[in-house]
Protein backbone atom coordinates (compact mmCIF):
# COMPACT_ATOMS: atom_id res chain seq x y z
CA UNK A 1 0.00 0.00 0.00
CA UNK A 2 1.46 3.72 -1.16
CA UNK A 3 -0.24 5.69 1.82
CA UNK A 4 0.21 3.49 4.95
CA UNK A 5 -3.08 5.53 6.75
CA UNK A 6 -4.74 3.97 4.57
CA UNK A 7 -3.88 0.59 4.41
CA UNK A 8 -3.96 0.26 8.73
CA UNK A 9 -5.77 -2.88 9.94
CA UNK A 10 -7.57 -2.80 13.62
CA UNK A 11 -4.43 -3.95 15.33
CA UNK A 12 -2.59 -0.97 13.59
CA UNK A 13 -5.02 1.51 15.19
CA UNK A 14 -5.26 0.45 18.91
CA UNK A 15 -1.59 0.27 19.20
CA UNK A 16 -1.51 4.07 17.59
CA UNK A 17 -4.24 5.44 19.62
CA UNK A 18 -4.99 3.31 22.62
CA UNK A 19 -3.14 6.17 24.79
CA UNK A 20 -4.72 9.24 23.11
CA UNK A 21 -7.55 7.50 23.77
CA UNK A 22 -6.90 6.67 26.97
CA UNK A 23 -6.00 10.03 28.35
CA UNK A 24 -9.14 11.18 27.17
CA UNK A 25 -11.30 8.21 28.63
CA UNK A 26 -10.00 9.39 31.86
CA UNK A 27 -11.34 12.52 31.69
CA UNK A 28 -14.82 10.75 31.05
CA UNK A 29 -14.76 8.58 34.10
CA UNK A 30 -14.14 8.15 37.38
CA UNK A 31 -11.48 5.39 37.72
CA UNK A 32 -8.70 4.46 35.85
CA UNK A 33 -10.49 1.02 35.38
CA UNK A 34 -13.44 2.60 34.34
CA UNK A 35 -11.40 4.71 31.49
CA UNK A 36 -9.74 0.92 30.52
CA UNK A 37 -13.29 -0.05 30.00
CA UNK A 38 -14.44 2.21 28.31
CA UNK A 39 -11.40 2.70 25.47
CA UNK A 40 -11.91 -1.43 25.46
CA UNK A 41 -15.78 -1.01 24.72
CA UNK A 42 -15.02 1.21 21.53
CA UNK A 43 -12.51 -0.54 20.01
CA UNK A 44 -14.67 -3.60 20.32
CA UNK A 45 -17.36 -1.70 18.27
CA UNK A 46 -14.58 -0.61 16.05
CA UNK A 47 -13.64 -4.26 14.96
CA UNK A 48 -17.62 -5.62 14.75
CA UNK A 49 -18.54 -2.47 12.86
CA UNK A 50 -15.99 -1.29 11.02
CA UNK A 51 -16.42 2.60 10.29
CA UNK A 52 -16.52 4.13 6.85
CA UNK A 53 -12.98 5.75 7.69
CA UNK A 54 -10.00 6.91 5.82
CA UNK A 55 -6.71 7.12 7.82
CA UNK A 56 -6.00 7.25 11.46
CA UNK A 57 -6.97 10.96 12.29
CA UNK A 58 -10.92 10.02 11.10
CA UNK A 59 -10.66 6.40 12.83
CA UNK A 60 -9.38 8.45 16.04
CA UNK A 61 -12.73 11.02 15.58
CA UNK A 62 -14.98 7.80 15.25
CA UNK A 63 -13.59 6.49 17.85
CA UNK A 64 -13.91 9.75 20.42
CA UNK A 65 -17.14 9.67 19.39
CA UNK A 66 -18.14 6.03 20.16
CA UNK A 67 -16.37 6.80 24.02
CA UNK A 68 -17.97 9.85 24.29
CA UNK A 69 -21.70 8.11 23.85
CA UNK A 70 -20.78 5.06 25.51
CA UNK A 71 -19.88 7.46 28.57
CA UNK A 72 -22.90 9.51 28.65
CA UNK A 73 -24.99 5.64 27.96
CA UNK A 74 -23.11 4.42 31.43
CA UNK A 75 -23.69 8.22 33.06
CA UNK A 76 -27.22 8.10 32.42
CA UNK A 77 -27.71 4.61 33.35
CA UNK A 78 -26.27 5.29 36.47
CA UNK A 79 -22.86 3.18 36.32
CA UNK A 80 -20.66 6.12 36.67
Given at each position: ???RA??M???????????????????????E???E????A???????R??EW???????????????????????????
Amino acid sequence: CRRRALCMNAADVFAQLQQPLLRQARGLTASEEDAEDLVQAAFVRFIERPPEWRGLAKAKNWLNTVMQNLAADRYRAGEE
